[in-house]
């Protein structure tokens, strides 16, 4: 029979964007929705496989395939003999299958008119990621208030989570700037979007009720836990790209009449990949737009930071990796995060103790001075590791002498236990041979008793005898 319609993802779509086509209305986006809705029927065996843009997937991680139709064929539908498929079909082979795809394209007009969502992509990087993470984090709290702690979500449990995610984010109906107004300030309607991501997962699954808070009392803490594998597991279903551009949308939609937040030209994102991506801070001015918001990366090394131009300065101050001179005037350039590290341990004029202050050194000298101050004092080191030579001295003395005093109690303790021990050995002899006696004693008296039985018997016999 025919497959059941099935919603793809939103603002994804199975057909190519129209050049020639204009703004969109409502009932365009609607026949739009219901195009990539639409799947292919399954009732006839020869129907084109490119019919909705599917292709046999023949590529070698898809396994032995049959040419270029890519079927596989097994002898039944055990788990077994679907993990060992053959090229060809053999006499014992009765089941087939094969794996069709097709390609997705991103489809921005799905959410804004076309002269809204062409301008440049170049939009404030802090508040782009700041969206980007905030939508994996709804996701991920949605999915864990819908289908628990398990690392197993499918497919059909986050895909209707993430349309709805992508439904909630209203992209396309967030401006609130009626007038046109550019003292208009974005930054509200973007606090309302962030407001509703935060809120998502209660709002769209509900959090876990009383009566799980009762089976579990410890359900905020392990939500917690699991939060970092789960926003990993999403990341499969909402990729930072994708994150990236619903986020620069976003903005587009907001901003549209200020451009406080993105670049109002149509050419200088193009431009900047057409000259091989992104700027550095000392980049070549010549070749790319004095955009404010265009990306640049972090020119000190280690650092992989992108962010936009215009908060240039306020990441140089912040960055963790930028080399600053030492604040104790050493001279040393060292990474900011690694400042309070070299100041304690390793700068030059920092306060140290001298290395003798085991033997009683009270001087505390800069660390580079330490060579001097032990020639300089090396009379005043030398007394002071006599006397503690000395200390030392009287100590081993004691303690040879309680030394001596514990060996002496100790071969007392022994020759008193061995003593003690011959007694005891003396007592358990003596109560043996005691038990020993007693026994004999009873076999005697029970033997005297069976001799004077028997002598009665003789003596009776003996006189019946003489009568």
């Known amino acids: 029979g025919k497959i059941a319609p099935k919603r793809i993802r939103r603002g994804w779509s199975f057909h190519e964007e129209d050049d020639d086509q204009g703004n969109h209305d409502g009932s365009d986006k609607e026949n739009l929705r219901r195009e990539d809705e639409y799947e292919c029927s399954t009732e006839n065996d020869d129907i084109n496989d490119n019919y909705c ?52 394209v991103f489809r921005p007009d799905y959410f804004l008119p076309r002269e809204v969502y062409t301008k440049c992509d170049y939009c404030d990087s802090s508040v782009v990621n700041m969206l980007s993470s905030a939508m994996l984090d709804a996701l991920s709290l949605s999915t864990l208030f819908a289908h628990g702690l398990k690392n197993n979500v499918t497919d059909a449990q986050a ?51 009383p009566l799980m808070q009762l089976l579990n009392a410890e359900t905020d803490k392990n939500l917690v836990t699991a939060m970092p594998g789960r926003r990993k597991l999403m990341s499969r279903y909402l990729n930072e790209k994708e994150r990236l551009h619903l986020s620069r949308l976003l903005i587009k939609d907001i901003d549209r009449y200020s451009y406080k937040m993105h670049c109002r030209s149509n050419s200088c994102a193009c431009l900047a990949n057409a000259t091989n991506g992104h700027s550095d801070l000392d980049g070549d001015q010549d070749t790319l737009p004095a955009c404010e918001f265009r990306l640049v990366s972090c020119t000190n090394d280690r650092c992989s930071a992108m962010f936009s131009f215009k908060h240039r300065t ?55 001075d ?77 033997l005297e008793g069976t001799c004077r039985t028997e002598f009665k018997k003789v003596e009776y016999d003996r006189r019946n005898h003489q009568k």
């Open 53 to 104: 843009g599917f292709v046999p997937c023949i590529g070698p991680e898809d396994g032995p395939t049959d040419n270029e139709d890519g079927w596989q064929y097994f002898p039944d539908f055990s788990p077994q003999s679907l993990l060992s498929p053959n090229r060809k079909r053999g006499m014992l082979d009765f089941v087939r299958r094969r794996k069709l795809r097709r390609v997705a």
């Open 159 to 209: 895909l209707p989570i993430k349309s709805k995610l992508i439904d909630a984010l209203s992209i396309g109906d967030n401006c609130d700037n009626d007038t046109e107004s550019e003292d208009y300030d974005p930054g509200v309607d973007i606090n309302k979007v962030k407001d509703r991501l935060c809120t998502f997962a209660e709002t769209c699954v509900g959090k876990p009720g």
């Open 314 to 368: 306020q990441h140089d101050e912040e960055c963790g990796y930028k080399l600053l001179p030492c604040p104790s005037g050493c001279g040393t350039l060292i990474p900011r995060n690694g400042v309070h590290i070299h100041v304690r341990d390793n700068c030059s004029l920092r306060q140290a103790e001298c290395p003798l202050s085991i033997v009683g050194c009270t001087s505390i000298v800069q660390a580079q």
């Open 370 to 446: 330490i060579t001097c101050h032990l020639n300089n004092h090396a009379d005043q080191h030398f007394i002071l590791m006599a006397n503690r030579m000395m200390e030392y001295q009287s100590v081993m003395k004691a303690m040879n002498t309680r030394l001596q005093l514990l060996e002496e109690n100790n071969a007392r303790l022994e020759r008193e236990l061995k003593r003690t021990t011959t007694q005891l050995q003396s007592k358990n002899e003596a109560k043996a041979v005691s038990g020993d006696v007693k026994k004999l004693t009873k076999r005697l008296g029970n």
